[in-house]
């Protein structure tokens, strides 16, 4: 393009010259004078939105990116200023030109030369929706203040002095009116249109072409006679439109939404948007940024109910338990124009949750993403625990696109000037690299760097999955009464320490279980734990089912006592839900019938795979989930896949990451992990190494010694690193890939902190 010439620079080329202009230095740009005219131009026709506002603060910080980009490439606001008088010259109205291009010439002759530019960008650029009226209201008052800042006071004195006695109200000039540039409406819900339109009235485009000068001669209308002329015109013209698409086929509903929409009622928000009707712009916007609103559809059903099935109907995204935010990401799409460039700061939750598959399908076969700068862990907002990302859409089609990840958030502005400058880098605190497209589709996300990228893509192509070969991965239990079910196991036989008593008591120990609250649950072993829970209930026929009282009076008298002393509190539980023949029991007995079944145990947070077996099956735990395996498949030797190096590897690529290196273990991140049955002479020889490391655990948390323990923690390494080589070769992994595998879960494990937990 004759845009990018060799500007002043030998070599040169646009996108480091428009970095260069981007950044904030005192050097001048590096543009021929008509690549200035280009990007000036650019500048005027842009149409930017955020869809979600708030109280204005992307919008802000763009015009002010944008003020200073203008300032840079034309520092006296001679182009600026002519780009202006040139779109006056073409109104017909005599008397409505001279007083436009009067007023063009007072904007800038004035105030200071930030002024115009500002006020000029937000008459053409700028746009902003959001839900609430108050939030809109205190977006334009950030954009008031930012002009009134930049105008100049005149006494009475220098009015004479400059020879222009016309000068009122020391020089202030009346603020810009906008209602037609900051909107309250539900961005989410556009309004219904004809599908085909083949022969539209001429005379729509004619009222719409007038209306879009009304709302042009309002935005600059300074006296309170002169804007109450054209809202009446506006609202004349809105009317009449209204009326004659109705005769075109609109639905009655969606004209008289139309028709009843007030811009200048500050205390209502619009059931709908439209751009078209709102901001008199048919063909999308250029830029649709913003930090859209993170709220699950739990959330919604509490505030907004009756958008919900709306949003449903309307959204492939409001797939399952979605977020709100993935709506908004779909939505902006729609709202770009053909050439357009979306940009949120948002959770990267979507790359891997259930809710998020229908949008991960969409932007994959639009093929959509351009740049994704991924925070991980870190985190961005210093008031919310969210996990978050900057995801750049393009509505031209990508084969591939950046990515990057900040492994440690040390200097945001300095990583981000280097993710700029940079299509492929890595050090300890960041990588950035390229991936293709064609790698990603509806399912998780997973993201992978050059020899990274193939051994993750080696590892997806084995069919099997710990999902195929589980026969339930279950939670732990919720007995809706900590305080009275679950005691501290004293010395003393059969003697327990009840919270809610605050006192000793004895219970009969056939009815009481160990008990793990989820730390104890550790690779390979479980630690001791003095916690027991009470189960009234028997398993009968694979179901749970609650002990008769006449039954607990004959085999737990001890027990029955001791319900009965804590009976009120458990009849009031959840309202009352509980008076009744049953207030003894949970309010919700789930997985009672397999809690006690061998099974395979895991924390729900880890800072890397970490299971456990419970062989003899008595172990009763609340956070976490257990596996149990379906016939024929061997518990010990999937639990050396599965605590493996390998699968460790590949678990922290598609699992959410946490503050302090912590991953979350959801059966929907354990169920996807790969796993290959070998023939039964390596299943005996990995089950034996298996069996001997859980041996050894044992008996290192068995010994008080600490000496011992040291020994017995070495010992089970040396297994452990063996189970690891015969899970390698299983695999079929060659050097190079354990190389990559042992330095991932290396470095990993290097960036652990203490404070780990959300």
Not at 248 to 271: C, H, I, L, V
Not at 497 to 515: G, T
Not at 730 to 753: M, R, S
Request: some cysteine; proline content about 5%; glycine content about 6%.
């Amino acid at each position: 393009s004759p845009l990018w010439g060799e500007g002043k620079g030998e070599g040169d080329n646009a996108d480091s010259r428009l970095r260069h202009l981007l950044s904030y230095t005192d050097d001048s740009h590096q543009f021929t004078s008509e690549e200035v005219d280009k990007l000036i131009d650019a500048i005027d026709n842009a149409k930017i939105l955020d869809p979600a506002c708030g109280s204005g603060a992307f919008p802000m910080g763009i015009l002010h990116k944008l003020v200073y980009i203008l300032g840079k490439l034309d520092p006296n606001n001679d182009k600026w200023k002519q780009k202006q008088i040139n779109k006056v010259l073409e109104v017909p109205d005599v008397t409505v030109r001279e007083k436009l291009l009067e007023d063009i010439e007072q904007s800038f002759r004035n105030n200071e030369l930030d002024y115009g530019r500002k006020l000029y960008l937000i008459e053409n650029s700028i746009f902003g929706v959001d839900i609430q009226p108050i939030a809109v209201q205190i977006a334009k008052l950030r954009f008031f203040i930012s002009l009134i800042v930049d105008q100049k006071t005149h006494t009475v004195r220098h009015s004479r002095e400059s020879g222009n006695p016309e000068i009122h109200n020391l020089g202030i000039r009346p603020l810009p009116n906008l209602e037609t540039k900051f909107v309250a409406a539900n961005t989410l819900i556009g309004i219904e249109k004809p599908q085909q339109l083949l022969l539209r009235n001429p005379e729509i485009d004619k009222k719409e072409e007038e209306l879009k000068k009304v709302t042009e001669r309002h935005f600059t209308a300074r006296t309170p006679k002169t804007k109450e002329k054209y809202r009446q015109e506006d609202e004349r013209l809105r009317a009449e439109i209204s009326e004659l698409l109705k005769r075109d086929g609109f639905p009655r509903e969606t004209t008289e939404k139309m028709a009843q929409w007030n811009p200048y009622d500050q205390s209502m928000s619009a059931a709908f948007f439209d751009p078209e009707w709102m901001f008199s712009l048919r063909d999308g916007f250029d830029i649709v940024m913003g930090n859209p609103p993170y709220l699950r559809v739990q959330g919604l059903q509490q505030t907004q109910p009756q958008f919900v099935p709306v949003y449903r109907q309307r959204y492939v995204s409001a797939q399952g338990s979605f977020d709100i935010y993935a709506l908004f990401v779909e939505r902006g799409f729609q709202l770009l124009d053909k050439t357009g460039y979306l940009t949120y700061i948002l959770p990267h939750k979507f790359f891997q949750a259930s809710f998020g598959g229908a949008l991960r399908k969409l932007l994959t076969e639009n093929k959509a993403l351009h740049q994704i700068v991924r925070f991980g862990a870190e985190q961005v907002f210093e008031e919310a625990t969210t996990y978050t990302c900057l995801l750049f859409l393009s509505k031209t089609s990508k084969e591939s696109f950046k990515y990057s990840e900040i492994k440690k958030l040390e200097n945001p502005v300095s990583q981000l000037g280097v993710i700029a400058k940079n299509e492929k880098y890595e050090n300890g605190t960041l990588r950035i690299g390229t991936i293709p497209l064609s790698g990603l589709s509806e399912e998780p996300w997973q993201f992978g760097l050059g020899k990274e990228a193939e051994l993750l893509g080696k590892l997806n192509k084995i069919p099997l999955k710990l999902g195929d070969v589980t026969m339930r991965m279950f939670q732990g239990i919720r007995t809706s009464a900590n305080e009275v079910y679950v005691l501290k196991k004293m010395r003393a036989k059969g003697t327990f320490f009840s919270v809610f008593l605050q006192k000793n008591v004895e219970l009969e120990p056939d009815i009481m279980f160990p008990f793990l609250k989820g730390q104890e649950i550790r690779k390979w072993k479980i630690l001791p734990s003095d916690l027991y829970v009470l189960i009234p209930y028997t398993i009968e026929n694979g179901h749970a089912e609650l002990i008769s009282e006449k039954a607990f009076l004959q085999r737990y008298p001890k027990t029955w006592e001791y319900l009965v002393n804590c009976k009120k509190h458990l009849e009031n539980r959840e309202k009352g839900k509980m008076k009744g023949s049953k207030w003894y029991g949970y309010v919700y007995p789930k997985n009672l019938e397999i809690m006690l079944k061998q099974k395979t145990l895991t924390r729900d947070i880890v800072e890397s795979l970490s299971f456990s077996p419970d062989f003899e099956g008595k172990y009763v735990m609340v956070t976490g989930y257990g596996l149990t395996f379906k016939d024929g498949v061997r518990p010990s030797f999937v639990l050396g896949l599965i605590n493996s190096s390998v699968l460790n590897f590949y678990f922290k690529h598609i699992s959410t990451p946490l503050r302090g290196g912590f991953f979350r273990a959801f059966p929907q991140y354990l169920e996807r992990l790969p796993i290959l049955i070998p023939d039964v002479s390596i299943q005996n020889e990995i089950e034996k190494w298996v069996l001997k490391v859980v041996e050894l655990h044992q008996k290192q948390v068995q010994t008080p010694d600490l000496s011992k323990k040291e020994l017995l923690e070495r010992e089970a390494k040396v297994y452990e690193e063996k189970i690891d080589q015969l899970v390698y070769d299983l695999y079929g992994l060659k050097d190079k890939e354990i190389e990559i595998v042992e330095g991932f879960n290396k470095e990993k494990t290097n960036n652990l902190a203490v404070d780990g937990n959300e």
